[in-house]
């Protein structure tokens, strides 16, 4: 993934910065995939200047670096760190009592939060020094913002931990800090000022994009963070009566074993999201039909710790796809590539062959015909009962009953 540096343009005022300065942030917080300050060092800094002088704010050329070599801060690992902690921001400020909170505690879950590497990202931001010029100290200072911050983190992990009974949202001051109307947007501007004036010209590198080279072979485990993945077997699986193919293509099952070596209970779909890949660069993902057939062993959703479970993720790719990779990863970014060369992949029951294929397809297509006739039919004799819905039969009208005799009231 390649992340794009947010740019500021020229200042018109206060108001108008700090507006780009807090749309700068919820991209940061609630995409995660910019970081606010990492295109913004070259500019903001002084944009807050001008802009409250009423003058238009130079327009600076950002130039990548590492390092900042008028200071001892690592520039690099303070952008990410803002970045990272942004991203978790927005999933703990969004935290409820009704929160379905099993994901923030699954390592392989894209919204995992991991409250040692977070305390890890506000000590990096502590290192940013707080601003001496009036203008910017308007938007308050990082170390305060660190201290909020840590109470933040401690209530959010604290609710994490009680799955949100009892729900907590404010800290000892009782100050509110979990929730979006809460002030973690303010509390969370002051860092992008104080990279500006720290970090000038500063852009984070590039990503390097992933490789798709193979380092496991058909048998081999690779490992996924606390998940270990074996790729056990490759085999081309015959369709069924009602279940073929496309022509000219194949179903091609995945044999898998999952072992969870950690200490909490893992989600195995990000495996079965896995997919095959050709040499032409072709991908090939989960195919739907193939969970149909006999031979489909659908692997289990979860492994609790210490355990493992076995199953198959089916395909369906051209009989002429040649050598494959097939490449599995993670929520958490880990990735694992194997070489599948047509050698590898066996077969499993009894190929079809083409006179049966074209005699079982024929004999689909004319069931399905014959259904869609039948439907037609029935839809054709309700719109004609609809349009011409006939006399209706006279209703038999119930006569009154008859009023008993009166009975003669005896002499006294």
């Given at each position: ?211 798709n080279q193979a380092t496991n072979q058909v048998g081999q485990t690779a490992i996924l963070g606390d998940l270990h993945v074996t790729l056990d077997k490759v085999a081309t699986v015959p369709g069924e009566l009602g279940n073929l193919p496309s022509p000219g293509n194949r179903f091609v099952f995945v044999s898998v074993t999952i072992e969870n070596t950690g200490k909490t209970t893992l989600a195995t779909n990000s495996v079965a999201q896995s997919y095959l890949k050709d040499a032409a660069g072709n991908q090939y993902y989960f195919e739907p039909n193939a969970i149909m057939l006999s031979a489909t062993h659908p ?114």
């Open positions: 993934m390649i992340r794009n540096p947010i740019r500021l343009g020229k200042g018109r005022g206060l108001l108008t910065l700090a507006l780009l300065l807090a749309t700068a942030l919820v991209i940061s917080a609630c995409a995660g995939a910019r970081a606010a300050p990492s295109g913004a060092v070259s500019t903001t800094a002084e944009m807050a200047k001008t802009a409250a002088a009423g003058e238009p704010s130079p327009n600076a050329t950002a130039q990548p670096q590492a390092q900042n070599p008028n200071s001892r801060l690592d520039c690099t690992a303070i952008a990410k760190a803002n970045q990272d902690f942004g991203t978790s921001l927005a999933q703990m400020v969004n935290l409820t009592p009704n929160t379905d909170y099993s994901a923030f505690t699954d390592p392989s879950s894209p919204v995992y939060l991991d409250f040692a590497r977070l305390r890890g990202e506000l000590n990096t931001l502590a290192t940013l020094p707080n601003p001496t010029d009036p203008v910017e100290l308007i938007f308050g200072k990082p170390s305060e913002s660190i201290t909020y911050f840590r109470q933040l983190v401690d209530i959010a992990e604290s609710d994490v931990k009680a799955q949100g009974k009892p729900f907590k949202e404010t800290n000892t001051s009782g100050q509110k800090v979990i929730g979006i109307d809460s002030p973690w947007l303010k509390e969370f501007s002051p860092f992008a000022l104080a990279m500006d004036k720290a970090c000038p010209s500063f852009t984070l590198p590039t990503d390097t994009p992933p490789s692997i289990n959703g979860d492994v609790a710790p210490g355990t493992s479970t076995s199953g198959t993720i089916g395909y369906q790719l051209p009989t002429t796809a040649g050598d494959l990779i097939w490449i599995v990863e993670d929520n958490a970014s880990h990735r694992a590539v194997f070489a599948v060369k047509v050698s590898d992949i066996v077969a499993v029951g009894t190929p079809i062959s083409a006179p049966t294929d074209a005699a079982m397809r024929t004999s689909v297509a004319a069931t399905s015909a014959a259904i869609i006739e039948m439907s037609n039919s029935a839809d054709a004799t309700d719109a004609a009962l609809t349009a011409n819905p006939g006399t209706p039969e006279p209703t038999e009208t119930l006569q009154p009953t008859d009023t008993p005799e009166p009975t003669d009231t005896p002499s006294p």
